[in-house]
């Protein structure tokens, strides 16, 4: 990303709400942001972990190390989503029609929720 582009980044991240903390990447040098309680820098495009001196530093999370967790996560809120729809179709009652379809509501954001990830 070219020393402009960062900047641009920059700017759009501070208009959407994220602060600008006072630490630089420990791998571009680039400011980082909290962006939804969590530190990412906008140059990398990676999370990254802070640690206090004398604590275990962590290696920043990336999409490489993220992607078979993400991967099952995804399968595995298919087949929960496939599974009430299946009860949906089978039930009758109101009350637990109304009950099911708050779980597929749920199942269905932390699907959205897991493909916003997956893309970052």
């Known amino acids: 990303m070219s020393n402009e582009e960062n900047v641009k980044r ?8 994220a ?3 006072e630490y630089n990447c ?10 939804k309680g969590e ?3 906008p140059n990398c495009n990676k999370r990254v972990i ?5 604590e275990e530093t962590q290696v920043p ?18 087949l929960k989503i ?3 729809c299946q009860q949906i179709a089978d039930e009758k009652d109101i ?18 929720r897991m493909r916003r990830i997956q893309k970052l």
């Open 10 to 17: 920059m700017g759009e991240l501070l208009r959407s709400g």
């Open 19 to 21: 602060t600008m903390l």
């Open 26 to 35: 420990p791998v571009c040098g680039s400011p980082l942001f909290r962006i």
């Open 39 to 41: 530190v990412w820098c």
């Open 50 to 54: 802070i640690s206090r001196e004398g």
């Open 61 to 78: 999370i990336n999409q490489v190390t993220m992607q078979p967790l993400l991967s099952e996560t995804e399968k595995i809120i298919l």
């Open 82 to 84: 496939q599974e009430i």
């Open 95 to 112: 009350g637990k029609l109304e009950r099911l379809s708050g779980l597929l509501a749920k199942w269905l954001d932390a699907l959205e």
